[in-house]
């Protein structure tokens, strides 16, 4: 795509460049990514660092007790939850954590369902770490980071453009499609993303992952990424966890192709656990999401 600024509407444009960076993030989920990537930390480095929030504390030995692990003694430490979830899992937890305290997707125009994008960010998160493990083409941390954040500008556009959303959730209701909607108020929200992410400065993996993870096709750089961000949808939309006005999106030709490293048995694989690791991880993310959770509708 090519000048990007002209495809979408004005003022949302205008507006995008006074919205601050990322760095609202709560400190702890910079200071825990820190650690994480680094290969000498302990689970007692990790320790410190949770037990300065209150709040992540009980999430994560929430997440630790909760149904994807299974424990017949449940852990009651801090350093029991890490040891038990692990640090990948951890860092997935950091992560949704300071999304989710920073957009909050509770608040949500009249017929979008913002828990349901907040569940497929986290799925499409979680199976872009299996499709890079099957690939081998890129960093897993990277692709967790990159599916997390593929959605941006939906997220935006919920938490920050709601009058622009709404009027967006009335062209569908009239029986446009989604992406027809987006076009017809210049608001695709792979370029609202993208504008945003670069106004952030975020690096170009995931500027590229944001504007092309429908299109991986036509991307110019990145392509792996892209690509494996790509399938990840794919197959999260075979899920419960797929979002229902994006499903027509995958649909498109030449889809399969665009990551041929990935045979269909590794993809039936994936998509196995998928069914059977989502359902068990749901209720600890919307945990995330803190209480008096909003359903639109």
């Given at each position: ?30 200071e ?61 937890l ?55 954040l ?42 609202v ?5 670069r106004?952030w ?27 494996v961000i ?13 979002l ?19 045979s ?18 749901a ?15």
């Open positions: 795509m090519t000048n990007i600024e002209a495809i979408i509407d004005p003022h949302l444009c205008s507006r995008i460049k006074e919205i601050g960076r990322l760095s609202t993030l709560p400190q702890v989920t910079w825990l990514m820190r650690l994480l990537s680094d290969e000498t930390t302990t689970s007692e480095d990790l320790q410190k660092v949770v037990e300065q929030d209150p709040a992540l504390s009980a999430k994560v030995i929430s997440l630790g007790n909760s149904a994807y692990y299974g424990l017949r003694t449940p852990a009651t430490t801090i350093s029991r939850a890490i040891v038990i979830i692990g640090f990948k899992e951890l860092e997935f950091a992560l949704g954590l300071g999304l989710a305290d920073t957009f909050d997707l509770r608040k949500v125009p009249y017929g979008f369902d913002g828990e349901a994008l907040w569940l497929h960010s986290l799925s499409v998160s979680w199976t872009a770490r299996e499709v890079a493990a099957a690939t081998r083409l890129v960093d897993s941390g990277e692709a967790m980071l990159a599916g997390l593929h959605n941006l500008g939906q997220i935006m556009l919920v938490t920050n453009f709601t009058v622009q959303l709404q009027k967006l959730m009335n062209y569908v209701n009239e029986g446009h499609s989604f992406a027809e909607a987006e076009a017809f108020l210049g608001l695709w929200h792979e370029a993303g993208y504008l945003l992410a106004s400065g975020m690096p170009q993996y995931l500027q590229d992952v944001i504007l092309y993870h429908h299109r991986p096709e036509i991307a110019s750089g990145n392509r792996n990424i892209v690509s790509n399938l990840a949808i794919e197959l999260v939309g075979l899920t419960d966890f797929g229902e006005h994006e499903k027509s999106r995958s649909e498109r030709p030449g889809g399969p192709e665009v990551l041929p490293q990935v269909r048995d590794e993809k039936d694989k994936i998509l196995e656990k998928l069914k059977n690791t989502l359902p068990l991880m209720p600890a993310w919307l945990q995330m999401m803190g209480p008096a959770r909003k359903k639109a509708g």
